[in-house]
């Protein structure tokens, strides 16, 4: 193992009912790395951070933490920590009882537990709502209050499970921030579940692609979004995908531009509308095939409208029903 590893899976199957959900899932993650596993609904996320928690019974394959092997280890017992898409705080205490709750059950000195919770409450802004109830508080604080909970017993590890899925939407670029700015300065490694990829992509120091209960792709954000390895990875990350004579071809709708009429393809606007303060159409080329465009400020056509498009940059990726590539699983 190496000196930097914390966390080590390695052929980690699972099926429930005879149905495979995960097939062979492999993955390191460092000390104070912070990992982000993304994929669509279903795609076996939840059920690898169960595994990795101790929630569900083990599957086939091996977990370790720190060297040493986790999967018959009780979870209250494996040191690592679990914040998920619910939030649940004890309603009748306060938020500076509830971040105190986990110290105290671990047997730490009243001055350890106090120096514990000023030091979080400090952290993640909380001081003036210390003596509220749950609620009391916003959605986003109750986030806040959850985090700072499950850092109070110092866990090296923290399983994060959709942790910003039910924030609203102005308020999750604000808590993607707090997540990364609170990891980076305690130090404690994460591995964050999302199948939102601009989430992923933002937050990760290294990004995994779990699809279909198998991990596909994995690297740095910047990498894994620049070059997928496969039809269904760039599908997942937001690409057209065209069919052309020398195969398969992935082009990103930011890297498509509307042009004047001759000086790209020719198409016609299938569907337009706002999406994330941004406009998003798809296109049908009349030579075959739709693409979607991207753009900034008032979608400037309606349906049905002849546009032409133009990109620069194209992906060549294997045919679709190919063998899934493999990997490093260190990006």
Partial sequence: MSSSELLRVRGLSVAWEGRPVLDGVGL??????????????????????????GLDPPGAGSISLRGRRIERVPPHRRGIGLLAQEVLLLP???????????????????????????????????????????????????????????????PEL????????????????????????????????????????????????????????RLVEAGPPGEVHAHPHSVAVARFLGYSVLATPAGPRAVHPREVRLVPDGAGIAGRIAAIGPVGGEWLAEVALEEGGRIE??????????????????????????PEEGPSPSPAQRG
């Fill in 28 to 53: 390191e993650v460092g000390r104070a790395e912070y990992v982000v596993l993304m994929g669509p609904n279903g795609s076996g996320k939840t059920t690898l951070l169960r595994q990795i928690a």
């Fill in 92 to 154: 009748g205490r306060t938020v500076r009882e509830n971040i105190a709750y986990g110290p105290e059950v671990a047997g730490l000195s009243s001055a350890e537990v106090d120096r514990r919770v000023e030091e979080l409450l400090g952290l993640l802004r909380l001081t003036p709502l210390s003596e509220r109830l749950p609620m009391q508080l916003s959605g986003g604080e109750r986030q806040r209050v959850a985090l700072a909970r499950t850092l109070a017993p110092r």
């Fill in 158 to 213: 923290v399983l994060l499970d959709e942790p910003l899925a039910a924030v609203d939407p102005e308020l999750r670029g604000e808590l993607r921030g707090e997540l990364r700015r609170v990891f980076r300065e305690l130090g404690v490694a994460a591995v964050h579940v999302t199948h939102d990829r601009e989430e992923g992509l933002w937050m990760g120091d290294r990004v995994l692609v779990l699809l279909g209960g």
């Fill in 293 to 318: 465009v991207r753009g900034s400020g008032v979608a400037p056509y309606v349906p049905g409208e002849r546009v032409h498009v133009r990109w620069e940059r194209e992906v060549p990726l294997p």
